[in-house]
């Protein structure tokens, strides 16, 4: 079964594009009800948070605390760093969540995916490790860039392109359709969805992404 959700995840979860993606607190966002196909978690992405504590341009190990108003939550990451992204959920209120999916795209809405997983009940509290070692698609997480998770289709190109924002010259924001995989930076979009928060309920996940260099 868990081989199926991690399959399945390549389609079903790019289609959920229309629910609203928080984070609590300091993590509003997107408040965009219908944002444009291939954007980040905030727009535009250099303004928005990338979890970056040491000011090093680069996304550093973060955490995220769900509750019953905000189940769910997207987040750009920036990292120049291939590798396993190591996740861990705790319950730090009530009784936790019913259902966890969390999945590492190219982009949000909608975006490729780079390998999630979803489960259910007392799994969600085992550690993840995304990739997940079932998934043949990929061995690592990528690093931040263009159309990132590419091995989506036969053709190498991934299914869904992605708006790139650029600041010009003039300080006038550009935005060009890009469907094939580059070196360009571009963060990649954590998301996390949730189901059966409620009340007093609290989940608490750890971020550890890759060590530059590792």
């Known amino acids: 079964m868990r081989r199926l959700a991690i399959v399945m995840l390549t389609l079903a979860t790019a289609l959920v594009i229309a629910v609203p993606a928080s984070a609590k607190r300091d993590n509003p966002g997107r408040?965009?009800?219908?944002?444009l196909a291939g954007m980040t978690c905030v727009s535009p992405w250099w303004d928005g948070d990338i979890k970056d504590e040491d000011g090093d341009g680069w996304s550093d190990d973060f955490v995220i605390v769900l509750d019953a108003k905000h189940q769910n939550?997207?987040?750009?990451?920036?990292?120049?760093?291939p590798g396993t992204w190591n996740i861990t959920v705790e319950v730090t209120g009530g009784d936790g969540a019913r259902t966890m999916t969390i999945i590492p795209r190219d982009a949000y809405a909608p975006g490729d995916s780079c390998g999630g997983e979803g489960r259910r009940g007392s799994s969600i509290y085992d550690p993840w490790v995304l990739p997940h070692p079932d998934d043949i698609r990929f061995d690592v997480i990528p690093a931040s860039t263009v159309n990132a998770c590419a091995d989506d289709d036969q053709a190498g190109i991934g299914y869904f392109a992605e708006t790139v924002e650029r600041l010009n010259p003039d300080g006038i924001i550009e935005?060009?359709?890009?469907?094939?995989p580059s070196t360009e930076l571009h963060p990649l979009a954590f998301l996390v969805f949730t189901q059966g928060l409620r009340g007093a309920d609290e989940v608490t996940l750890t971020v550890d992404l890759p060590d530059a260099g590792s």
């Open 31 to 35: 408040s965009d009800p219908e944002p």
């Open 73 to 81: 939550a997207c987040i750009d990451i920036m990292t120049d760093t």
């Open 175 to 180: 935005t060009q359709i890009v469907s094939k």
